[in-house]
């Protein structure tokens, strides 16, 4: 057990860059995918026919009550099957992220609709537009505007959570630096150089979010 | 692929008994959390609110704290981290003689963690009681305590009811992290038969299935203690 040194850091700083590197990937992939998921789930739910909103309830309270943990052991163990070959760690985390974080974003986007005035939509369609325009184009646009901070939130949450693909042995940021840290057996400084580098991406988000909010009350 | 079904996998012998343990183990870490969580949340919590400045800070640090590192590494730093800065005595103490140290690291890494979730619920509450209560109570001569004790408090502690329940939810879901450590609870136990069985699917479907029930019995218990604590003609019925 050698000590901690310019060589060292120098021989292991590619292998954790590239493990911070796949958690943002998975964290902006997985956004995307969840909120867009997501919209569609809160517009089916609050404007879709009786069944389908009831299938999308149940698809967001399902999921809101399973530990993330179990949905990507889920998705890793069912990807290889349901598609007869095998699919890397990478895309079977990316496809539960999304489906998981689609149930979260769409409870805040569903907040985020119900909190625009009706008489929005019924200008919009008063005005010749199709309720899917209506959402489209009015309703939805206002309602992004207005959660956008909850959103960001969520997904500083979401980037925290993406350590989770350690069960399933994905080098991301954390499994990078556990596999490191048990390597050469650094334990303590590897995992606290990797709590300092979560903290202040993740402090430094919170406060962009709480600026942000506070500069759309002043507007 | 050819995947071979069996549903008899979770209910035998001993695959069943191996899911009982992980739901006993699910339901020990959860709650010994939880009440960690509570204590130290609403403390936390109150500190936020209080007049005085250094205690708004440190409860303000606490949370950020808390909040900003991703709680499989708050339990990584409790297990391997924590007992090597310790004094020496102490150090000896946890990796020698303390019982089931996966088992209360867990407890302690998911308590705090939550706490600052609590934390920032309670600070919401009481700021939601509005300013008007609290000087009424200081104009009628009650102490800060009291203040805090009589009037604050019992009405904060029923806005915070409903939010708390979805915190109640997540330590149940964050438990499973304790797998992370070695400790086998309910998802660690599935994943368990998983490798011995290669029943996967039935496992996994059994553990997710007792998630969805502990769900539903905690969401109707705290239903049951909102109304049974409700405060008629002053909150929307329950």
Known sequence: ?219 | MIYHWDWSVPISAPYLGWLMSGLAWTLLVAGAAWVLAFIVGVGIGILRTLPNRAARRFGALYVTIFRSIPLLLQLFLWYFVVPELLPASAAHWIKRDLPLPEYWTSVIGLGLFTAARIAEQIRAGIEAVGRGQSMAAAASGLTLLQSYRYVVLPVAARYVLPPLTSEFLNVIKNSSLALTIGLLELTGQSRQIEGETFHGIEAFTAATLIYVVLTLAAIAAMRALERVVAIPGVMARV
Request: proline share 4%; with cysteine.
């Open chain 1, 1 to 219: 057990m050698g000590g901690i040194d310019a060589d060292l850091i120098a021989a292991v700083a590619p292998f954790l860059w590239d493990g911070l590197c796949t958690s943002l990937e998975l964290l902006v992939l997985a956004m995307a995918g969840g909120i867009s998921l997501g919209a569609i789930l809160a517009v089916i739910r609050i404007a879709g026919p009786k069944p389908l909103a009831a299938l999308a309830a149940t698809y967001v309270n399902g999921l809101r009550s399973i530990p993330l943990i179990m949905v990507i052991l889920w998705f890793y163990l069912l990807m290889p099957l349901a598609t007869g070959r095998p699919i890397g760690a990478f895309t079977s985390a990316l496809v539960a992220f999304t489906i998981f974080e689609a149930a979260y974003y769409s409870e805040i986007i569903r907040a985020g609709i119900q909190s625009i005035s009706k008489q929005q939509l019924a200008a919009a369609t008063a005005s010749g537009l199709s309720p899917l325009q209506a959402y489209r184009f009015v309703v939805l646009p206002q309602a992004f505007r207005n959660m956008t901070p909850i959103l960001l939130s969520q997904s500083i949450a979401l980037f925290q959570d993406t350590s989770l693909v350690y069960v399933v042995g994905l080098r991301d940021f954390m499994t990078a630096v556990s596999v490191t840290a048990n390597r050469e057996g650094h334990l303590v400084a590897f995992y606290l150089f990797a709590a300092l580098v979560y903290f202040v991406l993740c402090s430094t988000g919170a406060q962009s979010v709480q600026l942000l909010k506070k500069s759309m009350v002043s507007q």
